[in-house]
């Protein structure tokens, strides 16, 4: 099955390839050369860089506390909101997939948050919920809790922005719906007549079927909520506070961009970033071996 | 037997409900306050307006300097629909060499296509800036479309090659013994039995196009070009007199057209591998 | 049908992919820029399209950029339409960015050489004179820009360096902005002019204890009135002239304690309230929902606010400290030219219309601030509303109180936005009991001087 490519082969790959490689080259390539080298100077965006060598990297890890309570904020948010974004997501998928009536009526309904993304409106209401005298908290005075001004408090206002995430599972939940509808049907029925429970198909046919979106899911996830910008910009006050509670990583690199004119040391932080998201795809892939089940007949990458 | 079946079907629908209100209520809000005064928004947070207006809607679709809504509407609407072109062709071509031919320094291309979407994306502002403008298209469409005809968005590539491996090979196998070239299995196997995955590209790239802000607001800034989303932002400042009623308003209508597209779409979801296909 | 569509996609993609390689590899030249900062390229390259619509005759093309929302970009257009009337030898090319991301743009168009002629700025100004990218004005005094009706004191506030690099777009004086309705029900009397921060206290307190459970007294505006506190010590913040901080570490420490006593006394809102209603968050200002009875505002927000709430409000001069108020008249934002633009006559004619001209001014009215000649401050208060009168009379207090008790006009600190996070940072860490004053504010003093060391 394995033989090497022929030219021809690899003729026609590379006119598969030739749109992604053309704007690779164009339009991609440049600019990441381009920050990496600016990583190596201090820019302050309007005048020439000036060649300053490792300097920003090195000022970033010894003398930057704001950089590590921004790793700190962002892994928090990474580990909480990703696994709990994919279970939701997951569970509700399969809860929609099939079997009952007005599924398009609930998917949409179960899909809508998401689809007010990043915008104003989202961060007027997130505030309006989970302000001190917010709904939330009106619901927990029911049942007799007070709870804290969650929009505000630095030590709670991470979880409203996971919280946000969460909710706006959508995405995940139609890429789950997408593969579920790729499992062949008579894979459930023939386990049926084997008498296997819903649990057991679960376990045995679902999940490992699945597996190539699931992994899809957890990369994506990974690498968007390393990333993530918009909800700590919209949620927070726009520049990390109250303290840096909403510091995240790209909300100190934008900052340090654009707001303080030191486009170099943004540079590196995004290097950095970089280097972190790409350990972490790595890891990922290496153990997908065990886990990941691909119907073209080879086990992982 | 049936009875229990009965009642295992409406619990499962009561516990969707029931679940879908808190999803929904954020949502009901932001639509429910889009018909209050604009002094009532935050002070009257009950879900049914007190004092029903419909001077939002009238305020805000005035737009800006004579351009209207109905403009930036139509503006956002071509940019969504460019790029779902566009990333559905040249991602599925990319996806399908990356998922499915063999060649030299695949695996090179495969970690930079990646790589490309780990950094995050303020650095390679202002040089990509600097491209766009040495091609005279600052204050075009070109900048925001042009990046989707070149399979820029690596996420929909992943999703499809993903999908594609999930695709038996004994399919592709058999197609070539009948006579078949790569590209005729492109077209005849592989893209077809894509559709869900394809459907999933269209319909997310729409709706994030929709939904961008930030590249928008850089790349343009002749009011006629303007987008929804630059429309509705341009109704607010927050420290001076932002017009609330009528973001909420603009908001809520910008919803419309994506939800209907979702609403419209999701059932292809319906059509699994059994029935595309496999004929 | 399946070969023609992949021939068809692949054939645009050549054609496109010719395109790029025509221009002697885009990406290159890109990073080249970049590198060497050498943006006169683009400066080219934006006037060329201009060119090629030559039809328009001898006409030249000028870009100006503001920020804002519809109804000052209406203004602002309405008021453009007429300088292209008086000028006809002048198109102007209206840019605009919503607020929230106007200077990412304009910092953008910087970088890559592409920025308007003209563009406005707020206090922010010192950061860009610093770098080089302001047009100098000075050598069209008199000429193109006519100054001679404007306020002396905003003339010196864009004049940086030695050189005339912004000019003014309206005026403000900073004022404690009253809640009156919520003086009434606590039956205590409105402010006057002249009290002091001891009285500001005491009457926080007041308001507090007299309302109960869910309102105070006042916000916290330890970064906001920072400037003023030092002015008001004989301090201020930026030295320009020496270029240096205008204040060490022991001038603070007593605004810091100020602050932090008025707060245990019960008579601040609480950190967590300041951050879920920001006092310049005009939407959920608590001053708005009768919560907060008095904040610092500049004395254009009053319409604003007012506009959103029925109890009545009022502005009140700033409490006095050794020196006085410590307030004066200040540019809320202005117009800078690009140092790059090829039109500086033409940007400087713009200017010039824009604070001189009449019916300028009657269309643009307060929306940024007072107008800084005398002649159309006159002209707009004969049709003055209500909460326009407000404004009037208040800042014609503050310039009476100018005359007898003058002080030179302030910059904010190179750095501005790191300076003032951390400040912010140092308030809140106080408010929620993660610092001790005496802590915070070293700290505070150390990170200030590092930020403008970077910056100055």
């Not at chain 2, 070009?225 to 400042?237: E, H, K, N, P």
């Not at chain 2, 419309?256 to 004929?279: M, N, V």
């Not at chain 3, 060329?48 to 328009?56: L, W």
Request: charged residues 15%.
């Amino acid at each position: 099955m394995r033989k090497p490519p022929g030219a021809s082969d690899n003729l026609t790959a590379y006119t598969f390839l030739l749109p992604w490689l053309f704007g690779f080259f164009c339009l991609t390539l440049g600019p990441m050369l381009g920050s990496l080298y600016l990583s190596m100077t201090k820019f302050n965006l309007l005048s020439p860089p000036n060649w300053i060598g490792l300097s920003n990297y090195l000022a970033i890890f010894t003398e930057d506390s704001t950089f590590t309570r921004s790793l700190t904020v962002t892994f928090t948010y990474v580990f909480l909101s990703v696994p709990l974004r994919l279970i939701f997501a997951l569970l509700v998928a399969i809860a929609l997939n099939k079997g009952i009536r007005a599924l398009g009526i609930y998917r949409t309904v179960y899909y809508l948050p998401s689809l007010l993304g990043g915008s104003v409106a989202i961060a007027i209401v997130w505030r309006q919920l989970f302000e001190g005298t917010g709904v939330v908290n009106q619901l927990l005075a029911r049942i007799g809790i007070e709870g804290p001004s969650w929009i505000s408090h630095p030590d709670y206002i991470v979880y409203t922005i996971v919280t946000l995430s969460v909710w706006q599972f959508g995405s995940a939940m139609v890429i789950f719906l997408a593969g579920l509808k790729q499992i062949p049907a008579d894979l459930y029925e023939a386990s049926e007549v084997d008498g296997a429970g819903k649990l057991r198909q679960f376990f045995r046919i679902t999940l490992p079927l699945l597996s190539p979106v699931i992994f899809f899911n957890l990369i994506m996830s990974i690498i968007n909520s390393f990333q993530a910008f918009t909800p700590a910009f919209m949620i927070g006050d726009g520049r990390g506070g109250p303290l840096d509670a909403t510091m995240f990583y790209t909300l100190y690199l934008y900052l340090k961009g654009f707001s303080y004119f030191d486009m170099g040391y943004a540079s590196a932080l995004a290097w950095i970033m970089l280097l972190i998201i790409a350990i972490f795809t790595a890891i990922v892939f290496v153990t997908s071996k065990y886990w990941v089940f691909y119907g073209d007949g080879k086990e992982g990458r | 037997m049936t009875m229990r079946n009965n009642l295992s079907r409406l619990a499962r629908h009561l516990i969707i409900i029931l679940i879908g209100i808190g999803m929904l209520y954020p949502v009901l809000w932001l639509v429910a306050s889009s018909f209050k005064p604009n002094t009532m928004i935050f002070t009257n947070t009950s879900l049914w307006p007190a004092v029903f207006t419909l001077d939002n809607y009238i305020n805000g679709w005035r737009g800006l300097n004579d351009v209207s809504f109905s403009k930036f509407f139509m503006n956002s609407a071509l940019i969504s629909v460019m790029s779902v072109l566009g990333n559905v062709i040249t991602c599925s071509l990319a996806a399908f060499a990356l998922g499915r031919l063999e060649f030299r320094m695949k695996k090179v291309w495969f970690a930079l296509m990646l790589v490309t979407i780990m950094l995050p994306y303020h650095v390679t502002l202002v040089p990509q800036y600097m491209i766009y403008n040495e091609f005279q298209w600052i204050n075009t469409y070109f900048p925001l479309i042009l990046p989707k005809w070149l399979a820029h968005d690596s996420f929909f590539i992943l999703l499809m090659v993903q999908f594609i491996r999930g695709i038996p090979r004994e399919l592709d196998e058999s197609a070539r013994i009948d006579g078949c070239s790569q590209r005729q299995i492109y077209w005849r196997i592989i893209l077809p039995l894509l559709v869900p995955a394809l459907i999933t590209t269209a319909i997310f790239t729409f709706i994030w196009s929709w939904d961008d802000f930030f590249s928008q607001m850089i790349y343009l800034s002749d009011i006629r070009l303007f987008t929804v989303q630059l429309g509705i932002r341009s109704l607010f400042d927050p420290s001076g007199q932002s017009d609330w009623g009528a973001l909420l308003a603009m908001s809520t209508l910008s919803l419309l057209p994506i939800t209907a597209i979702f609403l419209l779409f999701q059932r292809y979801f319906l059509e699994g591998i059994a029935t595309t296909g496999l004929k | 049908m399946k070969k023609s569509m992949l021939a068809l996609t692949l054939t645009a993609l050549m054609t496109v992919m010719a395109a790029c390689s025509g221009t002697s590899g885009g990406p290159a030249a890109g990073g080249e820029s970049t590198k060497s900062g050498s943006s006169n390229q683009g400066v080219t390259n934006t006037t060329q399209p201009a060119e090629g619509g030559e039809a328009s005759g001898e006409q030249v093309e000028l870009r100006v950029m503001w920020w804002g929302d519809q109804a000052r970009a209406d203004r602002t257009n309405e008021a453009l339409k007429i300088f292209m009337e008086k000028n006809p030898d002048i198109k102007v090319i209206g840019e605009f960015a919503p607020s929230s991301g106007y200077f990412d743009k304009l910092n953008t168009q910087l970088a890559s050489g592409t920025a308007p002629d003209v563009f406005f700025l707020g206090g922010n100004v010192v950061d860009y004179a610093k770098k080089g990218v302001l047009l100098d004005l000075s050598l069209y005094i008199d000429k193109e820009l006519n100054l001679k009706d404007m306020d002396k004191a905003m003339i010196e506030y864009g004049t940086l360096d030695g050189k005339l690099q912004h000019i003014s777009a309206g005026a403000n004086a900073r004022g404690i902005l009253i809640n009156t309705t919520m003086f009434e029900k606590a039956g205590i009397p409105v402010p006057q002019d002249g009290w002091t921060w001891d009285d500001y206290a005491a009457i926080s307190k007041q308001i507090s204890e007299k309302l109960g459970k869910g309102f105070y007294g006042t916000y916290n505006f330890t970064v906001d009135g920072f400037d003023i506190f030092l002015k008001q010590n004989s301090k201020q913040l930026y030295d320009m002239a020496n270029n240096q901080l205008g204040f060490a570490e022991a001038d603070i420490r007593p605004w810091f304690d100020y602050w932090q006593q008025t707060s245990e006394a019960g008579g601040v809102v609480t950190p967590e309230l300041q951050v879920s209603n920001p006092p310049t968050d005009t939407g959920k200002s608590l001053l708005i929902t009768g919560k907060v009875a008095m904040t610092l505002a500049a004395s254009n927000q009053l319409t604003a606010m007012q506009g959103l709430t029925q109890d009545k409000l009022t502005l009140v001069q700033v409490p006095r400290g050794p020196k006085g108020t410590g307030v004066v008249f200040e540019s809320s934002q202005g117009m800078s030219g690009y140092a790059k633009t090829e039109h500086p006559a033409e940007a400087a004619r713009l200017m010039s219309f824009w604070i001189n001209d009449p019916d300028a001014a009657k269309i643009l009215g307060n929306d940024r601030g007072v107008p800084v000649t005398a002649a159309n401050r006159t002209l707009l208060e004969g049709e003055a509303n209500e909460v326009d009168s407000l404004i009037y009379d208040y800042t014609s207090r503050v310039s009476k109180q100018a005359e007898t008790e003058p002080f030179a006009v302030s910059y904010n600190l190179p750095g501005f936005s790191e300076f003032s996070k951390l400040a912010e940072t140092t308030v809140q860490e106080i408010g929620f009991g993660r610092k001790k004053v005496e802590q915070a504010v070293t700290d505070f003093y150390g990170g200030t001087v590092k930020i403008f060391d970077s910056n100055k």
